[in-house]
T-cell receptor
Framework: AQTVTQSQPEMSVQEAETVTLSCTYD???????LFWYKQPPSRQMILVIR??????QNATENRFSVNFQKAAKSFSLKISDSQLGDAAMYFC???????????FGEGTQLTVNP | EAGVTQSPTHLIKTRGQQATLRCSPI?????VYWYQQALGLGLQFLLW???????NRGNFPPRFSGRQFPNYSSELNVNALELEDSALYLC?????????????FGPGTRLTVT
């Protein structure tokens, strides 16, 4: 069974600084998708960024970028120029190409200090 | 474009009762997923419906059931409620075969069992 692990329960960053959230996963599949979701206090899950395993190029969405290391099964999220609105719980998630379900990590609570 | 909607926002039930939660997917999406987010247990996959049929089921007892209607909206039913069913229930939708791997979430229904 696929598993997703986020080893940092909490992280903090100063406003305008850069922070990296870690995620590792385990799968025997060669093709799959990885995501980072953000869950602010409102509890609405928001898709931040996605990565297809067959693509070697790391995904980027504005201030958010990933470091995808397929051989190491690592998928970290880098947030540049952190803003107060980035404060939230961040979840790493995995799904197979069939899209049958998302498997989530335990989450990392990010605090942004002014 | 309207996002995924869920109703009710909050639901309070007594142990042993039945709860019905509703979800309307993004227009054009055919797949609906249900997840449970209980305190201390993270996000757990419950059910996946596509084109009116149950496609996959998580590790939950049969008293968790649901259905998908011809307009692709969905209901989650929880029978014989137990105290540990208290959680945030999240619904997500995704497009058809071409984009099934990307899921967009609704705001959730907070179920409290007393």
């Amino acid at each position: 069974a696929q598993t997703v692990t986020q080893s940092q329960p909490e992280m903090s960053v100063q406003e305008a600084e850069t922070v990296t959230l870690s995620c590792t996963y385990d799968t025997s599949e060669s093709d799959y998708y990885l995501f980072w979701y953000k869950q602010p206090p409102s509890r609405q899950m928001i898709l931040v960024i996605r990565q297809e395993a067959y693509k070697q190029q790391n995904a980027t969405e504005n201030r958010f970028s990933v470091n995808f290391q397929k051989a190491a099964k690592s998928f970290s999220l880098k947030i540049s120029d952190s803003q107060l609105g980035d404060a939230a719980m961040y979840f790493c998630a995995y799904t197979e190409t069939s899209g049958s379900r998302l498997t989530f990590g335990e989450g990392t609570q990010l605090t942004v200090n002014p | 474009e309207a996002g995924v909607t869920q109703s009710p926002t909050h639901l309070i039930k007594t142990r042993g009762q039945q709860a019905t939660l509703r979800c309307s997917p993004i227009s054009g999406h055919t797949s609906v997923y249900w997840y449970q987010q209980a305190l201390g247990l993270g996000l757990q996959f419950l059910l996946w419906y596509d084109e009116g049929e149950e496609r996959n089921r998580g590790n939950f007892p049969p008293r968790f059931s649901g259905r998908q209607f011809p307009n692709y909206s969905s209901e989650l039913n929880v029978n014989a409620l137990e105290l540990e069913d208290s959680a945030l229930y999240l619904c997500a939708s995704s497009p058809g075969l071409a984009g099934r791997h990307e899921q967009y979430f609704g705001p959730g229904t907070r179920l409290t069992v007393t």
